[in-house]
T-cell receptor
Framework: ETGVTQTPRHLVMGMTNKKSLKCEQH?????MYWYKQSAKKPLELMFV???????ENNSVPSRFSPECPNSSHLFLHLHTLQPEDSALYLC???????????FGSGTRLTVV | AQSVTQLDSHVSVSEGTPVLLRCNYS??????LFWYVQHPNKGLQLLLK??????LVKGINGFEAEFKKSETSFHLTKPSAHMSDAAEYFC???????????FGTGTSLTVIP
């Protein structure tokens, strides 16, 4: 375990479902991130939170909605997804933004 | 503009032989460079990082990488491959201007017994 825990590990959902991905870290880090890894594409940064405040949103569709209730937890709420949203979603944390990350194991999402 | 190119999508080596995973980058600034490894069903793990100190960087598990500014390269090497090295490897650049890290598309390493 890296210190960043993501649940669930695997998720299959229909296009009309609503689900949430959870990320938790107890490393004392102040920044948390959501990344999307699609097959054979570069890892894409989705959202950055610093001290529970969203500081970056890289043109992500509104069907993805992040939430950071405290510095240890990060959620990604999903609704009305498309099949092309199927990917590995990775959470990461860092002591502060711009410093090396610790990654979670990811949630493999399949949209059917 | 920032970008990272991993020149090989797949590399296959025999156990005990050297490993070379190639990475070229472009950055308008003095970047920090990283190599991450991802084993199946596990998160990304930092192997090593270059942050403007020594150009030859030693990492975990016997890996090292050399920052060559003139060639804009940061190739990852290991003298002798082990079966446990089979994984996906990502080269990453941080231009040190903000939060964005730029990832390559990854190189899948296969180690043949």
């Amino acid at each position: 375990e890296t210190g960043v825990t993501q649940t669930p590990r695997h998720l299959v959902m229909g296009m009309t479902n609503k689900k949430s991905l959870k990320c938790e870290q107890h490393l004392g880090h102040n920044a948390m991130y959501w990344y999307k890894q699609s097959a054979k594409k570069p890892l894409e940064l989705m959202f950055v939170y610093s001290l529970e405040e969203r500081v970056e949103n890289n043109s992500v569709p509104s069907r993805f909605s992040p939430e950071c209730p405290n510095s240890s937890h990060l959620f990604l709420h999903l609704h009305t997804l498309q099949p092309e949203d199927s990917a590995l979603y990775l959470c990461a944390s860092s002591p502060r933004t711009g410093v090396g990350y610790t990654f979670g194991s990811g949630t493999r999402l399949t949209v059917v | 503009a920032q970008s990272v190119t991993q020149l090989d999508s797949h590399v296959s080596v025999s156990e005990g032989t050297p490993v070379l995973l190639r990475c070229n980058y472009s950055s308008s600034y003095s970047p920090s460079l990283f190599w991450y490894v991802q084993h199946p069903n596990k998160g990304l793990q930092l192997l090593l990082k270059y942050t403007s100190a020594a150009t030859l960087v030693k990492g975990i598990n016997g890996f090292e990488a050399e920052f060559k500014k003139s060639e804009t390269s940061f190739h990852l090497t290991k003298p002798s491959a082990h079966m446990s090295d089979a994984a996906e490897y990502f080269c990453v650049v941080n231009p040190n201007t903000g939060n964005q890290f730029y990832f390559g598309t990854g190189t899948s390493l296969t180690v043949i017994p």
